[in-house]
C-alpha cells in the first residue's frame, strides 16, 4: 500500500546527498543500492521528493529487471523486492474496501491470465538467464483462482524454473472457502510456502465500515487452514483504521485475532489515502478522523498489551509509521511496549521519523 505523500522537495538546500541516501535505505531496509539506483537517486535528488524517488527507484529496478510487460500498477510486499512478480491475475475480484486504492484504475479491471500466457512468460525469463530463486503471484487476488488452476500454475514453475525456492502470494480469506486443507497441502508440495493476508482488523464493526467482506471469524478459518496446510502467514493490521472512536476495540479485537490465530508474521501500518478519504469515510457518518501521532502509540500499545504470542516475527517498520518495532513476539513483547511508552511519554528522547519521511 503507498501511503500518503508529503509535499515536501528535498533538495540540496535541506539535506545533503548522503542524508538523501541514508533516508532511501531506511525505507528498503532490505534493498542493496546498485550502481543503476544510485544513478537516478543522484538524479532525482535536486528535484524529486525523496518518498516519490524511493518509490520510483524501487519500481524502476524491480520491474526492469525481468522483461515482462505488466499491466500497471503493479504492487508486492517489501519482502518480495528480490523475487519475480509473475502477473496470474490482474486486479483483485472483490476490489471494494474502501481503504484500498491499489486496483481502482480502469485498466486494473479484474481478470484471470490465460495459462499459456503464463507459460510464455517463463520461457521469457528462462531466456533471459536472470537469476529467479523466489516467485510472487501477482495481482492481489492470485488466490481466488481455483485449486486446478493455481496447481498448473506451480507445475509450470517447477517445469521452467526448478531453482525457486519459495512462490508467494497475496491471500482474501473469502479465497480459501473453496479449497480444502488437503488441496492447500498439496500447493505447499508444489512450492506455494508463504501467503499474505490482509486482515486488516479483527473488530466486526471496523471490518464492516470499510465493505472489508470478512469478519473476525472468516479471517480466523482462513488463517487456521493455512496453517493446518503447513504454509506460513504473514498478517497485516492496518494502525488507525477505526479512526478515535473505533480505536480500542479495533486494536485489542485485532490482537484477540492473532492470538487465536498464531501467525508466522505480522506487520502494521498506518492507513493513508493517497486519493483523498471521502470514499473510506463514508460509512462512518463523521464519526471519522485519522488518528494523530500520540493516538497512533495509543492504539499501538494496546494492541501490543493485549497480543499473547508464542514465536511470531514482528515489524511496525512500513514507511507509514512514525516510530520504528521489530521483534519476535512474545519474547520482546515488554521491550517493545517500553519503546511505545517512551515514545507516548517522552517522544522528545525517541526517533521518530518526521512527517516528510513518511508516505510509501
Not at 490482509?198 to 471469524?217: F, N, P
Request: positive net charge; hydrophobic residues 40%; charged residues 20%.
Amino acid at each position: 500500500m503507498i501511503g500518503q505523500q508529503q509535499k515536501r522537495k528535498i533538495t540540496p538546500n535541506t539535506v545533503s546527498f548522503n542524508s538523501y541516501l541514508l533516508e532511501f535505505n531506511n525505507l528498503n531496509k532490505n534493498l542493496i543500492p546498485t550502481d543503476s539506483m544510485l544513478t537516478l537517486l543522484s538524479v532525482f535528488y535536486y528535484f524529486k521528493p525523496l518518498n516519490s524517488a524511493a518509490l520510483a527507484v524501487v519500481h524502476f529496478e524491480t520491474f526492469s529487471m525481468y522483461p515482462l510487460n505488466y499491466i500497471e500498477p503493479v504492487f508486492r510486499p517489501p519482502s518480495e523486492w528480490k523475487s519475480l512478480i509473475l502477473q496470474v491475475t490482474n486486479g483483485c475480484s472483490w476490489n471494494k474496501c474502501t481503504f484500498c486504492d491499489m486496483y481502482t484504475n480502469d485498466n486494473k479491471k479484474f481478470k484471470p491470465k490465460k495459462p499459456e500466457l503464463i507459460e510464455q512468460e517463463l520461457l521469457t525469463i528462462v531466456a533471459s538467464k536472470l537469476p529467479v530463486g523466489r516467485v510472487f503471484l501477482a495481482d492481489g487476488d492470485a488466490m481466488m483462482l481455483p485449486f486446478n488452476r493455481l496447481k498448473e500454475i506451480l507445475l509450470l514453475i517447477k517445469k521452467h524454473l526448478p531453482q525457486v525456492t519459495r512462490v508467494s502470494s497475496y491471500c482474501l480469506p473469502r479465497n480459501l472457502g473453496n479449497k480444502t486443507v488437503e488441496q492447500l497441502a498439496e500447493l505447499k508440495t508444489l512450492g506455494l510456502t508463504l501467503m499474505y493476508i490482509g486482515c486488516e482488523s479483527g473488530d466486526d464493526e471496523v471490518l464492516a465500515l470499510i465493505e472489508k467482506g470478512e469478519s473476525y471469524q472468516s479471517s480466523l478459518t482462513a488463517l487456521n487452514k493455512i496453517k493446518q496446510a503447513g504454509i506460513k502467514s504473514s498478517v497485516m493490521i492496518l494502525n488507525g483504521l477505526g479512526g478515535p472512536e473505533l480505536s480500542q476495540q479495533h486494536a485489542i479485537n485485532s490482537a484477540k485475532l492473532m492470538n487465536a490465530a498464531q501467525p508466522d508474521f505480522l506487520s502494521t501500518l498506518v492507513v493513508s489515502f493517497p486519493l483523498g478519504e471521502a470514499r473510506f469515510a463514508k460509512h462512518f457518518n463523521g464519526r471519522f478522523r485519522q488518528l494523530n501521532q500520540q493516538e497512533l502509540f495509543q492504539e499501538m500499545a494496546t494492541l501490543l498489551t493485549t497480543l499473547n504470542l508464542d514465536k511470531t516475527i514482528f515489524r511496525s517498520d512500513h514507511a507509514s509509521n512514525y516510530l520504528v518495532l521489530k521483534g519476535v513476539l512474545g519474547k520482546d513483547k515488554q521491550v517493545l511496549l517500553d519503546k511505545v511508552n517512551m515514545a507516548i511519554t517522552q517522544p522528545q528522547t525517541i526517533a521518530l521519523r518526521q512527517e516528510w519521511q513518511r508516505g510509501l
